[in-house]
């Protein structure tokens, strides 16, 4: 009786524990979805001397992915702070959105920095699919 | 190089000025801090800078390399605070088994125990 007792208390512990926040937990979906857009991304940032318009349906096919990977990761719960990098990367200056508006202003980006903005916005995006990576298994 | 000698010393008085003005009471530490951050992205605002007066890049794209440091800045410390999160939860599940096993064996070991008694 107090065996059964002690058990089900225990199943129901881990249950909820496991059910709270699962936003701290891995997942290879989510890896998965990040590693697609980063590719995606740095694909298209191979052709930043190009203009901006020969790009524009790339751009926001990538703009929908990063909409509809938000949107996964808002319904996940614990998980603020990649919610947070994701809405960083479409509203900060000097992050990936902020680089579409101005390849879009300038029409084309000056090639002389063509390996930096690739190099940012690898390690920017890349800090997203390394946490995932490192979340709790 | 004179150039940038005198760009560096006018951004570190610029932000001993901005410290003391806005963050009075870690003053040091904050000054200390934008030093840090100033020495690490020294060599590439030299060639940026450089490639500004040459007009091979422009103003605003000047402003998003710049912006992109202090980006990568936020990243990384989310991404810190993100392992963080994680790992407790990790500590805290760990724990929760902590708690499972000794239960369970303290529990059903006294169980066996009294059963053997009984049973002689």
């Known amino acids: 009786m107090i065996k059964n007792f002690i058990c089900s208390l225990c199943f129901l512990m881990a249950v909820t524990f496991w059910g709270c926040s699962p936003g701290l937990h891995y997942s290879a979906e989510a890896y998965q979805r990040d590693s697609t857009i980063e590719m995606k991304v740095m694909q ?19 703009k929908a992915d990063i909409d509809n990977a938000i949107t996964m990761e808002k319904a996940r719960k614990g998980n603020q702070v990649t919610v947070k990098m994701w809405e960083a990367v479409q509203q900060d200056k000097g992050n990936l959105y902020d680089l579409f508006e101005l390849w879009k202003t300038n029409d084309k980006l000056s090639p002389s920095i063509a390996a930096d903005i690739n190099k940012k916005i690898e390690r920017l995006l890349g800090s997203i699919t390394e946490l995932e990576a490192h979340k709790m298994r | 190089m004179q150039d940038f000698q005198e760009l560096f010393k006018e951004i570190e008085q610029q932000i001993v000025s901005l410290a003391e003005s806005t963050v009075s009471n870690y003053k040091e530490e904050a000054i200390q801090d ?76 006294n169980a066996e125990e009294v059963k053997e008694v009984v049973t002689g």
């Open chain 2, 34 to 109: 934008a030093k840090e951050m100033l020495a690490n992205i020294k060599a590439d605002l030299i060639r940026w800078t450089g490639l500004l007066a040459d007009k091979q890049i422009k103003i605003n794209e000047f402003e998003w390399l710049i912006n992109s440091d202090k980006e990568l800045v936020k990243m990384k410390a989310l991404e810190k605070a993100g392992l963080a999160a994680s790992r407790t939860s990790a500590f805290g599940f760990t724990v929760m088994n902590l708690i499972i096993d000794t239960a369970i064996r303290t529990v059903v070991g």
């Open chain 1, 44 to 62: 298209t940032l191979k052709n930043t001397s190009d203009s901006y318009s020969a790009h524009a349906a790339e751009i926001d096919a990538i």
